[in-house]
């Protein structure tokens, strides 16, 4: 057997990761949330360990195994608990990559008991979650990289870029959310914040590698 090792060039650097889905509770039995199986994310935290970064893995609640040789992994449900745990680290690292499908709504209250089935139509108000992505975009450090995602179903590279604008991402990740979510592989463009635009069609595993060694290049050129 021929073994051919991988360069590793994110040796030294420290990559945070946010995989999955968030759940947003209704009472002690439902919730709200959405398709992310976290497949992208665990891909991309793989990856990254394996191009020799020290990576943090924060994921909501998936189907599939942790991924290996994570350095740390946060396990949390909520939005808010994605976003509290997002802003307590995110001044340790260099890239900062936000792939989780982070719910926009939550139950204003989230009751205490089950709610009980009675009349024919039942309303919940929901109210917004913070924007993690647009908080660490508005006050990252010199020579941090912020990456996004962006599901979309119409525009994509139009509603991508708008949302690397208005976060003030590095880079962002626009894909269609209907082929994307719980599937092996995902098509992708990579927007950057010239305009320039890299499309790529694969595994999320070759996906996160072309996404990585591509940030490696934002890393050196900042
Ligand atoms: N995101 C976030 N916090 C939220 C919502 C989204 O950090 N409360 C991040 C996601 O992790 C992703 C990016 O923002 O990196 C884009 O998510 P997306 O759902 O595509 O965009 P939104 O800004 O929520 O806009 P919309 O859902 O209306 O298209
Ligand atoms: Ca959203």
Redesign the pocket.
Known sequence: IKIVSEEKPLEGKKVLVTAGPTVESIDPVRYISNHSSGKMGYSIATVAKRLGADVTLITGPTCIEYPFFMDEIVSIKSAEEMYKAVLSKKDNYDILIMCA????YKPKVSAQQKIKKSAETLTIELEKNPDILETIGHSKKENQIVVGFA?ETENIIENGYEKLVRKNADVIVANDARTAMGNDRNHVYIIFKNNSIVELEGTKEEIAKELLIKLCKVLQES
Not at 101 to 104: E, F, G, K, N, Q
């Open positions: 499908a982070v719910a926009d599901a």
